[in-house]
Structures are given as structure tokens and as C-alpha cells.
């Protein structure tokens, strides 16, 4: 794998660094999902279309409530490359595992990603059906962006083949998007389970969700209260914990 230019590195906390370059980096819909999927000690996870690795660095900045190991797939060679170098700088190459393969096509990836051997699996997949809104011109971002190279439909068949049964599926999406997402999940035998809504305050429409759904469990669907970003004019207690404002996360 080629080496590639490192943009900075984000210190998370707790010994754990994440390098992003000009292509990968993250934003705070990443947080939100790396918080709500929060995996229960011991537990496997994976994260596909990991980016950066920033969803699963963010679960170790507490070992002792660490996922036994991590996965993260990605189909760019820079992104797995950057995840890999976050790992060696915070300690994590046993434990953070980034892997080099396309989620289309679940015989050709690499061993780590073994099926039914997760018991969470999580993706913040691209929100825009090919076509929708402008298209970048950049091809990271229109991987990350658009449905260029994976839909719905194939995120949700490919965590329904690594989760273990009554495993958890994670995922963000576009609150326009939440009748799509259902089906896909619904499709491959994922039950949706919880449901949270995120707002900028809770007068305003939400401009994004994220869902919990369990492989082959049976009907019934929380709403959680919304997440909002803003309470009383000033930032809420939770997004203040989420951007890590009294935690270490700057």
C-alpha cells in the first residue's frame, strides 16, 4: 500500500489519535453515530466505508469499555492507509483492524471480515442517490457523498452478512432517506429497533437520524427523544459531551 500525505492528526483522547488528510476527515455526523452504536465491552465490531477510522478510534478512547477488537473497511487505499497510521500512533494495531475491500462483494473480502462473526456493525453511508444534488468532482467525496459505488440496499446486505444473529446494525442517514433505509434493512432480515432524530434546536425540522435495527428480531420500533444540538440559546449538555468539550476532544 503507498504512502500518503497526513493533513494533522486529531488528538481524541484517552491516547488515541485519528490522522485525516484534505480527502478523509470527519464531521459531526461521525460522532453522533460512533456515540449512538457505542459496542458493549468485548463485543466485535466492524464500521464499512470507514473513511478515516474515526468511528471506531472514537470506542477506544476508554479501554476498559472497548470493543474486544474493530474492524473498518474501505475501498480507498488512502483511507485505510490513514486508519492503519492512527492505529500504530495510538497503540491499536491489535485492536483497530482497517481493511482494504468493496462491501459489494462479500466473497473477496479480506479475512478479518468474517461472516456472521460481528456482533455490531455500523456505516455512515452516502446520503445522496447517484444523481441527487450537485455531484462532486472529486471521486473521495463522491464515493462518500453519492451512491456512486454502493447503495442502501448493498450496505444493509453486506452488514446482514458479517452480523451474528440478533447482532445490532447501526447507520446514519438523511431523514428523507429514513422509507429507503427501512425497506433495505427490512429486505435483509435487519428489524429496525431505535430510532433518534437529530435537530439543531427542538423547534426545527431534523436534519438527520440514526437507526438501530438487529438481525432477524421481531417488530418493534423506539423513538428516542431527539438529539438536539442547541437548548435555551446555548449548546446542549449532550453535544457538548459529544464534541467532547469536557472529555478531551477539541
Known sequence: MLSYEIARVEDLGGGVFCCVSQRHTFGIDALLLSRFASPRRHEIACDLGTGCGIIPLLWFRNREQAPRWAAGLDIQEEAVFLARESARRSGLEKAFLPALGDLRYPNELPEPLAPGGFHLVTCNPPYR??????????????????????????????????????????????????????????????????????????????????????????????????????????????????????????
Open 129 to 250: 442517490r447517484m444523481g441527487a444534488g450537485v455531484v462532486s468532482r472529486s471521486e473521495s467525496d463522491r464515493i462518500a457523498r453519492h451512491e456512486s459505488f454502493c447503495t442502501l440496499d448493498e450496505v444493509c446486505a453486506a452488514a446482514a452478512r458479517l452480523l451474528r444473529y440478533g447482532g445490532r446494525f447501526c447507520v446514519c442517514q438523511l431523514p428523507e432517506r429514513l422509507p429507503d433505509l427501512l425497506e433495505a434493512m427490512r429486505r435483509h432480515r435487519i428489524e429496525p429497533k431505535r430510532l433518534r432524530f437529530v435537530q439543531e434546536r427542538a423547534d426545527t425540522a431534523p436534519w438527520l437520524f440514526l437507526c438501530e435495527g438487529r438481525l432477524g428480531s421481531k417488530p418493534f420500533l423506539q423513538v428516542e427523544k431527539p438529539f438536539l444540538l442547541r437548548e435555551d440559546g446555548k449548546e446542549s449538555e449532550e453535544y457538548k459531551e459529544l464534541m467532547g468539550l469536557s472529555t478531551g476532544l477539541e
